[in-house]
């Protein structure tokens, strides 16, 4: 069943206005309302922005009074930066989901509820498979952060879906997003000029596509497709190829000293750091997206490595260690020493 | 043993004072036992030369002799070294048909007074041409070594390389984190590969072997016999605890070169995407089991491998290796300090901790790698992994035939270094 009238949350972050900007540019479907806390700083179209926080009952007055049935929660967010604290990052991302899923639930007129989850719901550890399916039971829950946020937002999901199992019900666990515009911790982290790792580790890196994550969303909002599902390139970097990959020299830091370092850098305003991030940079995680190709139908058009190699083009990165010097160097060493000076 | 005596034999020599006669050397000594040896089995003799494979002899002139009567009749065919310029005329030219370079001290000729009949035969026929074909081979080789290394450096710098979902960077492992066992391989185990042909060239198959000698030396050893000297140079994707990937610096390394957690998640899907696998299912109760139990396998785990080959219908491969319990004996296991460090065990040798870091050198043992006939599992079905029964079965057919295999071979073991 195609979507009448849609609503966004978390409008007026990135890809909370790219969906609405492509949803509303449908002509099938009637309205799009987008809701944040603050105005969109782009251009969204006939896109109707209702500036409202999702922690508060007026949502489903919204719900009711526009008989929304298409429901598409991009609010849940990671960064305590951007949102003003961390407590407020943890209301605005339990409490406010709370309440738009009790809104949900109350509405007849709902028929789907998409929800941007992330891959960090199965933690980092040591002691996982090497690939995370929708099913894996993860050995250490996130207890921090916006991973165990995000634990609890599924949580609170999956009891709607019981409550509701009349609303078709769509959970998208996205890798870290990447990308030419998209602006998250990993993009900062790698614009950094030296890429501070953690010694002795090197965590396998996955990532998706800002273009193939807008459309999986885009379809997942106009097509059913109930169920759980990962999102992201095939295969995976490491973090030092990474980084090689980016021409940026990563300097290894011994663990405790990257907390520390990071604080730093939290308080310089530089990169958004959080102590569930620690744990992702020494372990990193690779999800198996099977499922999403064979069962939502969509293969990724970027890989990891592809994904990865079009920001760093797109941002126009300067590479500190260029690879055409690189290259040249080679050429010019294997030049010099096969020349066979001494030879007779 | 042919490798240790031509690299003993060389240095020698070398040393010896210039006014001294080869004869009187050790080196010289030896020698001249073994020309007149040479005169008889001379067909026979070059393959005695064969595992050495750096000095580059496709300069060697078969037969110099024009006349085919008794070939070469005592004399060693000669060979210009072809490290030679750099040295100079100060040492015989001549190479012993056994492949060990004469460097007695020369005369004018070229030669030592031993070789010195060579001089007509090598001035008229090969001298001119000889230098040329030496210059062009070498230099190609290590100009070619050299290339590769380059570019496996700016590979490295500039990240342009795969690896896989599990983090294996067969770039790296081929080039880098093998290098330093080939050594260990060719030349300190000596490592004997035998039922190579019973490892398929392609497709799954599940690889299972006893563990032994303290620090996990025997697996590194059975995925460089497969990458090297398997026909199809196999990579062993081999499945470890999970204490390997929670050490820092050991971790991403072991990842790097192809290892990941042993759980059924992992091994399924390496074994569905047609991966040799390798699992060494004693763990930690055989690589850290005391001396006085060498050879005896411990339990097979949970049997989770033979689940794993079950699911995937592919056959399961037993491999037996000699000659690893003897490298680090364990002759105690501090169980309270190693409790206190989190670690399984924590080995006393002979060597260790006594003389400090010179403990982690292993004994030379000398090594037998036996890959046996393979145990299909198709026949069974994929259901036939939730049969405990069966399971089981499969698991101690496995158990059964790698003990029997080890006993087999120590018997035709002469000694543990020999």
Redesign the interface.
Known sequence: MRPRVVLVTGVSRYLGGRIAALLQADPEIERVVGVDTVPPKGDLGRTEFLRADIRNPLIAKVLAAASVDTVVHMNVIATPLGAGGRSTMKEINVIGTMQLLAACQKAPSMSRLVVKSTTSVYGSS??????F?ED?EPRELPRTGYAKDAVEVEGYVRGFGRRRPDVTLTVLRFTNFIGPRIETPLTRYFSLPVVPA?????P?LQFCHEDDGIEVLRRATLEDHPGIYNVGGA????L??????A?RPSVPVP?PAVALVGRVFRRAGLVDYSVEQLHFL??GR?VDIRRLREQFGYSPAYTT?SAFDDFVRGRGLHKV?N?DV??RT?QT??GA??R?PG?? | MPDAEIISIGPRAVRAPATAKPKQTSAGRARAARVPAAAKPVTAKPERSTPKPVTPKPVTPEPVTPEPVTPAAGIPAPTLPSTGPRRGSARCKATGVDGVRCRAVAESTGFCAEHRSMTAVETDERGPVSDHPADVAEPAEWERKVAGALAFLRRRITGDYEVDEFGFDADLTEHVLMAPLRPLFAHYFRVETRGLENVPDTGAALLVANHSGTIPLDAMMTQLTLLDHHPAHRHLRMLGADLVFRLPGIGPVARKGGNTLACHADAERLLGSGHLCGVWPEGFKGIGKPFSERYKLQRFGRGGFVSAALRTGVPIIPCSIIGAEEIYPMIANLKTVARILGLPYLPITPTFPLLGPLGAIPLPSKWIIEFGEPIETAQFGPGAADDPMLVFGVTDQVRETIQQTLYRLLLQRRSVFF
């Open positions: 040591p002691r996982d498979p090497a690939l399916t894996t953690v010694l002795g580790y090197d396998r295969g995976v970097l490491l030092s190829q990474a980084a090689r990959r021409g663990s020494e372990h690779a490595m260690i690879p690189v290259k080679e060493l294997l020493l096969t066979r030879r007779a």
